[in-house]
């Protein structure tokens, strides 16, 4: 069957695979998150591929590690490649790095890499304290893959995700090409990432990223994963994308701003842009931090609704964060009102409206986009992965979404439904809330929101 006219520009943008709907699983709770990593690592045969932020060191998480472990004993034919962030990951005396070690004495089946960002160098790579190091950029792919599944997702490997956060999950099934693009991209990425030994020291696995020239190490990294990238947009466009039962593809979009590939963005920039009247797009975001070209975008450029899911203050994962990091929530509100009184200004709030999601011991990490084409009641597109939207996202962290197009009406409705049980929980954002006497936020909230909207604080443990 055919990919809907509206869409048909991206197989140009992007690689593409096709597949049937039912392919697909929606996850939706944070404990279903853990428990299909936890047997899909049980199951895996021959590879088993985590990319995250970093991954905690409680015992969840150790559990998992356990698997994999036990997994790499039992099959000699069985490849582990972990990516993380390695400032992210070094963080405090027991971190991811050391939480791995027992993978690595078998290091002919398993490789532990840690992307560091070449923007990081000089004087500031050892000025800035840890914690404030990771502003600077981190490797922010959530991507976690098991023999030819792949399962893509917002959330990091730690506790929270698998319990009270609520992201978003989906489980893509029995799809070789689609696993084998997103192995052979982490595995590039690694390459040009820190390598992880047993003795837990770092070394390069090619150009050291901070002290070789940042120039080199930049073309070297971009020529082996954009270089790949853009082959496989080669590979798969020509191939008339799909097979006579196939309803649904998967077009993967990277971001890499320091090495200034911005296709995720001006992919999502153009579908907000294309989106005609009639359409229903929700934009979810776990931090309210639009970019200026995409609020632009949403404001003058674009005819369709938008509705935007954002956390409330309570659900926002800075909320008992302590010293600069307190001000956060604050500052979402902040940012949050300023879009919702332009919005109100140009007379577009029949248009655009905002909802903040509440819910009472749960923090919000949902991001992505449902897109409703006119006159339908169900969505045809989705975007899920790791970007958040703002400008961290397009400025400063390595980011993958997916947009998933389809046609297959079951699919449509587990999407629906997936948006449905999201906005159960959300309250709508009017000035009148965000003005409210529990809103203020502090004075050095409002000075520094300028300089915080790029460079955005991941200060504490939640991103």
Not at 78 to 102: C, E, F, T
Not at 193 to 201: A, E, M, T
Request: glycine share 6%; aromatic share 12%; charged share 25%.
């Amino acid at each position: 069957s055919n990919c809907p006219s509206t869409f048909g520009w991206m197989k140009y943008a992007s690689p593409g695979f096709s597949l049937h709907g039912d392919q697909v699983s929606i996850l939706h709770k944070p404990e279903e998150f853990y428990d299909t990593l936890l047997e899909r690592c049980e199951k895996a045969k021959f590879r088993i591929m985590l990319a995250s932020l970093y991954i905690g060191t409680g015992p969840m998480e150790e559990k998992l590690i356990q698997t994999i472990k036990e997994r790499i004993n039992d099959f000699d034919q069985m490849k582990v490649n972990i990516l993380l962030d390695a400032n992210r990951g070094s963080r405090g005396k027991i971190n991811s790095r050391k939480m791995l070690l027992p993978l690595l004495s078998n290091s002919k089946q398993c490789q532990v890499s840690m992307f560091h960002t070449p923007t990081l160098r000089g004087p500031l790579k050892f000025l800035l304290p840890a914690r404030y190091n990771e502003l600077v950029g981190l490797q922010h792919m959530k991507l976690y893959l098991f023999d030819d599944d792949v399962l893509i997702s917002g959330a990091n490997l730690s506790e929270d995700y698998f319990t009270k956060r609520q992201d978003r999950y989906m489980l893509v099934k029995d799809c070789k090409e689609l696993a084998d693009f997103y192995w052979e991209l982490v595995s590039r990425i690694s390459s040009v990432s820190l390598g992880l030994d047993r003795s837990d020291n770092l070394f390069p696995r090619s150009y050291h990223p901070y002290k070789f020239s940042r120039k080199t190490y930049i073309k070297a990294a971009k020529d082996k994963i954009w270089g790949f990238y853009k082959k496989s947009i080669k590979s798969s466009s020509h191939k008339t994308l799909g097979r006579l039962n196939h309803d649904s593809w998967v077009f993967p979009l990277l971001e890499l701003p320091p090495l200034s590939v911005h296709q995720d963005s001006e992919v999502t920039k153009r579908l907000l842009e294309g989106a005609e009247r009639g359409s229903v797009l929700t934009l979810s975001t776990g931090y309210f931090n639009l970019t200026d070209q995409y609020v632009d975008t949403i404001l003058q450029k674009s005819t369709a609704r938008f509705r935007i899911l954002m956390a409330h203050p309570t659900a926002n994962g800075f909320l008992k964060a302590s010293g600069l990091a307190s001000g956060i929530p604050g500052a979402y509100t902040g940012l949050a009102l300023e879009f919702l009184s332009r919005v109100i200004s140009s007379g577009q709030d029949e248009r655009v409206t905002m909802f903040e999601y509440i819910r009472n011991g749960w923090t919000y990490h949902a991001k992505g986009l449902w897109y409703t084409l006119p006159n339908n009641d169900l969505p045809s597109l989705t975007l899920i992965g790791s970007s958040n939207f703002g400008s961290r996202s397009v400025r400063r962290d390595l980011e993958t979404q997916i947009a998933i197009i389809t046609t297959n009406e079951s699919l449509r409705y587990r999407l629906k439904e997936e948006e449905d049980r999201l906005n159960k929980h959300t309250v709508q954002f009017t000035p009148e809330v965000g003005k409210g006497p529990d809103r203020k936020p502090a004075l050095w909230v409002l000075t520094t929101m300028r300089l915080f909207k790029t460079f955005f604080l991941i200060i504490v443990d939640f991103s």
